[in-house]
């Protein structure tokens, strides 16, 4: 079944990118387009992923490799189930936000960057959610939570591994 | 079909930035529409999301037009008074109104009656909060598209140009490049394909204006482009915008395909023989793209490393073509100095700076979110009058402007006017916007710190200086804050400073050390006395803080018990000590102690 | 037409200049050298390093004089106090994350970055900090990479993408944690790296070195019960006299032979011999093809990091290449077959060497085609500086060894020969053989002046019997990769192709020496000097053609029958295999529309 789904996701991405082939002349340049679509599709960029996009689009690994790396919005490894985006702008910083991260580092036992052992969580930093009202916030998947203490952080954490139990015994 | 607009006879604005959504602004949505359903008034009138309106810490905010009533702090519970007393008494709810002196009243009073909405209008943000986004009917209702109607059927190119250079209008972008100068360098270039970039690629840390100008109106910067494109020669435009914008994409996406719909856009602009279209690219996450040369080298699917100029993109940008970049703002100005005339823009703003600017207003300040204003304003009334004042009574310190590249402004620069000369001269800059306001309990090493950081992790790593100083001023500062620091350390932050700034290859590097240097330059005592005296006076620095034992101490052991290192000594019921030299600083004594009995000083 | 001059300032005083150039032009020709580590003359602008600033008056902040223009009036000053101590603190940012070994380091003496410290007066250091820390690549059989020595100047990504279009080496992640690499940071042998080395001549430090096999050699030269065997390349002689402080351009024939022979060889042979070898079979093969047998154009195979190449991203020429073995590997199955027979010796006991100019070699040695009998025809390649090194280290005087002669069997060599290290010089050493061997007449005008020189590809027409032969060569991948491109469109275009995997053919080698303190790596000069000493050999030569080397002659006549006899075929022939390592793009296929 997995393999299928996987089929089915390089499927769609070999479909974008004959798109994008049909429509330029300077496919090369549609690279970081066709990564985002890869990310979305799989939820990182593996090797086999970007061998694929090397060779439909005529492009050196090296090269793809290069730009993956260098992008934050790329991501090289599978994601936890949840991603905590932890917000870093300036205003959110001046509101404590430092405190909340590593209160949430504590609690997850990871840095930024990382998924938790049990692959529920990955924590990201971001720089500006535009919620500075707010601040300091978090981004939980597409969720925001605003003017967060280091109790309400850790509330917030555990209601997420609560609701993943919960479902997993119902 | 689209409703039939003459029967309207309100529209309700709901703001869907992410701190009004996450005030639950959408759910509000709903409840307005069962309230207007009992009222059988449903058909009189249209809901609209309108992006985020800027006043982040008053949501949610709901606007009623006409009338420009502006609701904040709006819950579910207050929505059928709302609709009963305003919409059908005619009678606005005045407890939900916030400030009549808000700052929107305040200072955009500066255009004339334009028709069914308009007393209050931007320039910039004009129609933000005002149309649907969505909507090109109402952006074309509030004569959008008319500059295009107006330079295809009445102007040259060059009359173009020469419009937006007299306007004075500079780059909104942060350097303040006059923009009819960068549209001539372009148009001058002959060639037979030529790019004109909208810079969408906000990436200021507490910087969010161009997000949401697209995400409340986006067919202005479309216009602007289509503008630009005309007057220089080009036939294709790129917004090259962030990944992390998924709302002012989806928004960007939709406006261009209306666009082209309704002929604006594609071939032949309405009916002429000026060809024009536009492409979205998303960048990545990487701050340096917002640098020109980077940002030509993402969109042409690279790494985004800058390299060395001249020569300009006017003359080799985009796949070697001559090409026309300018930020989200300046393009939002483009279509009203066409419209309202150069000599009307001139008028707004000071001598070398004009029309308006627009700043995101945050950090330890009352009232914050987007604020737009003509140049000339000074820093005083942006904090002091519409930010309204420093938060929870404390003492102002410092306002930083320009983000990462900017610098920090004490007190005596208060009644700076803002112009991009002005901020320079008093050792900030204007920047892309971001202005975040310091109070006394900042420790300007930590901040300078902070921002230093961020363009340290931003850094591409192409040049030296930037790559290898930035880190060596980190350490330096990161030892300082952590008691570390050596004599002399002070000097070695100015001369790698200087060096990064005008060693550097990009902006990003030439501009990244300005907040050590402008805290070095206005607070240098608070650098002296963490060298010198190992002390932070804003109590930021954890690791230079002493905790001591009042005489508050009842002894009741709990901050014994849970010191990991052991340095809290005492008899049970007397009162206890800290040692100093075991003291860890990790702050557990303070946060457990329930009477007030451990200091930080 | 008389050219338009601009005035400039250079430290206060006039001069006038051509427009349309950089400061650093203008001040080279006017004998300002700016000091620079990422520029390369050959290579895009990159402007990273920044140690070629200067200061221009009216500007803000310092120019990068690689990148900069003049324009009139403009007023420049390159040695200030203040430019100084920005380039000198540039430098010493640059040392701050970068090993402080030199004296163990294989660079030591012989590296950009110490001669540039060196020259900016940096006494103090005042910015230490965290330094990288990666681990050495040891993967591939001719490169290693040590990212910690890396300076990040580019020069390696833009030799690889831009020269050989090999696009290998990448810069990946960023800012101070940026590391060139292979694509995936997988191992440098599992990667579409061809060994060529350029990598190696144009790193201003030691990141990129050669797989250094001297000490193993040492330990070899030793061993009393082996018969230790050199062959040495053409392309040797033409430059390791540059390594012991001698001008390029002068040939040290003998004096090599005669210092392998102090190092404890037991016998000196010379590639040279054996490039007459493969002249004999690949010019028979020719013909053959010319008359319907095989596939043409016919492609040249002695350039090892070419042949990887190929392999990887034009397998659909793999029947158009020529079936010889590289001259070194036909050296090595002569030395495992008919020479241990000559000499009453088992194979086995024979302990060959190359020296070449190359690190390609080194892989090519391994390759497993390539053994014969289950020997390997070479057991150990050493690079030219290597082999110096090892001079100097065993303390033989090169500069005044009396020269001896190569050994024979296999040390007679003709002027054709020679001229295989240098572009064109295959190709021509063919012509001249192969018009003989179809025609019945000697080729009197035997220099091919048109096949000689730097550019990137050349073409030339020979005429036989009325018969028109198209020829073209290109040297430097990524000229290759043009050509082939041209071939590919064009199939009927050309009959013989010569390829070189190094800018200059074999003279350009990876394991050359490296540029002294007064040039630059790969400067075209010393690249046409070091040609130019290959030619004069030949014009000095009175056996200009291979077919006329007498102990070539005599091989056939004791061992090999005749070019492409059965046995010829089985030791001096290979084929090839289309490779496809991970990271592989099959450049230049057509693209999967």
């Known amino acids: ?170 | 079909m689209k409703k039939n607009k003459s029967k309207e006879n309100f529209i309700i604005t709901l703001c869907d930035g992410p701190s009004c959504i996450h005030n639950k602004s959408k759910e509000l949505k709903r409840d307005i529409e069962i309230q207007l359903e009992k009222k059988g008034l449903s058909d009189n009138g249209r809901i609209i999301l309108s992006g985020c309106l800027g006043m982040c810490s008053k949501g949610p905010i709901l606007i009623v037009n006409p009338g420009y009533t502006i609701y904040g702090h709006v819950t579910e519970k207050d929505i059928p008074e709302i609709v009963e007393s305003h919409l059908v008494k005619g009678k606005p709810v005045s407890r939900l109104i916030i400030d009549e002196d808000h700052l929107y009243n305040r200072f955009f009073r500066v255009f004339g009656d334009v028709g069914f909405f308009g007393k209050q209008m931007r320039i910039t943000l004009r129609n933000c909060g005002i149309i649907d986004p969505e909507s090109i009917d109402d952006y074309i209702s509030l004569r959008g598209y008319e500059a295009i109607a107006k330079i295809l059927s009445d102007m040259k190119p060059e009359e173009v140009i020469e419009e937006v250079k007299r306007s004075g209008l500079r780059g909104r972008g942060g350097a303040g490049f006059p923009t009819g100068m960068k549209w001539e360098f372009t148009a001058n270039q002959k060639s037979d394909e030529k790019y004109v970039i909208c810079n969408a690629d906000e990436g200021d840390p507490g910087a969010f204006m161009d997000r949401s100008a697209i995400e409340g109106d986006p067919h202005t910067v479309i216009e602007g482009m289509i503008i630009g494109g005309y007057a220089v020669g080009s036939a294709k435009g790129i917004v090259y915008i962030r990944a992390e914008y998924p709302l002012a994409i989806t928004r960007l996406e939709k406006a261009i395909k209306d666009a082209r719909d309704s002929g604006f856009l594609g071939e032949n602009i309405l009916g002429s023989d000026f060809s024009f279209d536009i492409e979205i690219r998303l960048g990545a996450g990487a701050f340096v793209c917002g640098e020109e040369t980077a940002l030509i080298h993402s969109i042409e699917g690279s790494r985004g490393m800058p390299r060395p100029r001249p020569p300009y993109p006017s003359v080799n940008g985009l796949f070697g073509k001559p090409t026309l970049i300018n930020n989200v703002e300046t393009w939002a100005n483009v279509p009203v100095i066409i419209l309202d005339s150069a000599d009307w823009f001139r008028k707004v703003g000071t001598e070398k700076s004009k029309g308006t600017k627009v700043f995101a207003l945050a950090g330890k300040v009352k009232n914050t979110g987007l604020v737009e204003v003509p140049m000339g304003t000074t820093l005083r009334e942006i904090i002091f009058d519409i930010g309204g004042g420093i938060e929870k009574g404390k003492k102002f310190k410092a306002v930083q402007t320009g983000g990462p590249s900017g610098g920090c402004l004490p007190e005596k620069y208060l009644d700076t006017p803002i112009d991009y000369e002005s901020l320079a001269k008093a050792g900030s800059i204007m920047g892309s916007g971001g202005m975040i306001v310091i109070d006394e309990d900042s420790c300007m090493v930590n901040i300078a710190k902070f921002f230093l950081e961020f363009t340290q992790n931003e850094s591409c790593g192409k040049c030296t200086p930037c790559r290898e100083g930035t880190k060596r001023m980190l350490e330096i500062l990161t030892r300082i804050t952590e008691g570390k620091g050596e004599q002399g350390d002070i000097e070695k932050l100015e001369r790698l400073g200087n060096l990064i700034k005008k060693a550097s290859l990009c902006g990003l590097g030439q501009s990244a050390p300005n907040p050590v240097l402008s805290t070095l330059t206005n607070f240098r005592e608070e650098y002296e006395e963490h060298i010198k005296h190992k002390k932070c006076r804003a109590g930021e620095c954890r690791l230079l803080l002493d905790y001591v034992i009042n005489d508050k101490c009842v002894g009741c052991g709990a901050c014994k018990r849970i010191c990991p290192a052991g340095a809290v000594s005492g008899n049970p019921k007397t009162p206890h000590v800290i040692d100093k030299s075991k003291c860890i600083k990790c702050g557990q004594c303070y946060e457990i102690c329930k009477f007030g009995a451990v200091d930080k000083k | 037409m008389e050219k338009k001059t601009i005035t400039i300032y250079i430290n206060d005083k006039p001069y006038r200049v051509e427009p349309e150039q950089t400061v650093m032009q203008a001040a080279d020709k006017l004998g300002f050298h700016i000091p620079r580590l990422c520029y390369h003359p050959k290579l895009s602008i990159e402007g990273a390093c920044r140690v070629c600033i200067v200061q221009v008056e009216g500007l803000k902040n310092y120019a990068a004089s690689c990148s900069y223009p003049v324009s009139d009036g403009m007023k420049i000053h390159t040695n200030t106090q203040e430019i100084r101590r920005a380039r000198r603190d540039i430098v010493e940012l640059i040392l701050d994350n970068h090993p402080l070994d030199c004296h163990t380091c294989d660079r030591d003496g012989n590296c950009e970055l110490q001669r540039l410290a060196y020259s900016m007066g940096i006494k103090k250091r005042h910015f230490e900090g965290e330094k990288k820390s990666y681990d050495k690549d040891l993967s591939s059989p001719s490169v290693v990479r040590d990212p910690d020595k890396c300076i990040l100047c580019g020069r390696c990504v833009r030799i690889c993408s831009e020269i050989q279009k090999v696009n290998a080496l990448r810069q990946a992640y960023r800012g101070f944690k940026t590391v060139v690499m292979p694509a995936y940071n997988m191992p440098f042998s599992e990667s579409v790296c061809t060994t060529c080395g350029q990598c190696i001549n144009v790193c201003p430090t030691a990141s990129f070195i050669e797989k250094n096999y001297t000490q193993e050699l040492f330990e070899k030269l030793s061993d009393k019960s082996l018969i230790k065997v050199a062959q040495v390349a053409p392309s040797v002689r033409a430059a390791i006299g540059e390594a012991f402080g001698i001008p390029p351009g002068t040939a040290k024939e003998k004096e090599t032979a005669a210092a392998l022979k102090r190092l404890g060889f037991d016998y000196v042979f010379d590639t040279q011999f054996s490039a007459d070898l493969t002249i004999m079979e690949e010019a028979s093969e020719f013909l053959d093809r010319l008359q319907g047998k095989g596939r043409l154009p016919m492609i040249t195979s002695c350039s090892s990091a070419w042949m990887k190449c190929m392999e990887q991203f034009y397998p659909d020429l793999i029947e158009n290449i020529s079936t010889c073995k590289s001259p070194m590997s036909m050296m090595g199955a002569v030395l495992k077959t008919h020479f241990p027979e000559k000499i009453k010796a088992a194979p086995e006991k024979i302990f060959s060497v190359a020296v070449m100019c190359c690190t390609a070699k080194k892989y090519e040695a391994q390759r497993p085609e390539l053994k014969i009998n289950g020997l390997n025809g070479v057991d150990l390649v050493v690079t030219t500086r290597e082999a110096a090194w090892m001079i100097k280290s065993a303390g033989i005087d090169f500069l005044n060894i009396k020269g001896e002669e190569f050994d024979h069997p296999l040390g007679l060599s003709s002027g054709a020969g020679a001229i295989f290290g240098t572009t064109g010089g295959v190709m021509e050493a063919a012509i001249r053989t192969a018009y003989e061997l179809y025609t019945g007449e000697t080729l009197l005008d035997i220099e091919v002046n048109e096949l000689r020189g730097l550019k990137g590809i050349k073409e030339g027409k020979i005429v036989m019997d009325g018969k028109e032969i198209r020829v073209a060569v290109a040297h430097g991948l990524g000229n290759a990769c043009d050509l082939l491109d041209i071939a590919r469109k064009e199939p009927g275009k050309y009959h013989f192709i010569e390829v070189m995997g190094c800018p200059g053919g074999c003279v350009g080698g990876g394991g050359q020496p490296y540029a002294d303190a007064n040039s630059i790596p790969l400067d075209e000069e010393c690249l046409k000097l070091r040609a130019k000493a290959l030619y004069d050999l030949d014009r000095n030569r009175t056996i200009r053609r291979s077919h006329e080397n007498p102990d070539v002659q005599r091989l056939y006549k004791e061992f090999l029958g005749r070019p492409l006899s059965e046995l010829s075929h089985k030791i001096l022939h290979t084929h090839y295999k289309k490779k496809e390592p991970k990271g592989i793009i099959p450049r230049g296929l057509v693209r999967a529309r």
């Open chain 1, 1 to 170: 079944m997995q393999t299928s789904l996987e089929n089915d996701r390089m499927a769609k991405l070999k479909k974008y990118m004959a798109d994008v082939l049909e429509k330029t002349d300077r496919p090369e340049s549609y690279l970081i387009a066709v990564l985002h679509r890869a990310q979305n599709l799989f939820g990182y960029l593996s090797r086999d992923v970007m061998d694929e996009i090397a060779l439909t689009m005529n492009i050196p690994t090296s090269h793809i490799w290069g730009v993956a790396t260098f992008y934050h919005y790329f991501k090289l490894k599978p994601q936890g189930k949840h991603s905590i985006a932890i917000c870093l702008g300036t205003a959110c910083y001046v509101k404590g936000a430092g405190d909340i991260l590593r209160t949430i580092k504590k609690e997850l036992k990871i840095g930024i960057g990382e998924t938790t052992e049990d692959g529920f969580f990955s924590l990201h930093e971001a720089r500006c959610l535009g919620a500075c009202g707010l601040a300091p916030v978090v981004m939980i998947d597409d969720k925001i939570y605003g003017e967060l203490t280091n109790q309400k952080i850790i509330e917030i954490i555990n209601n997420y591994r609560k609701r993943d139990r919960k479902s997993k015994e119902g």
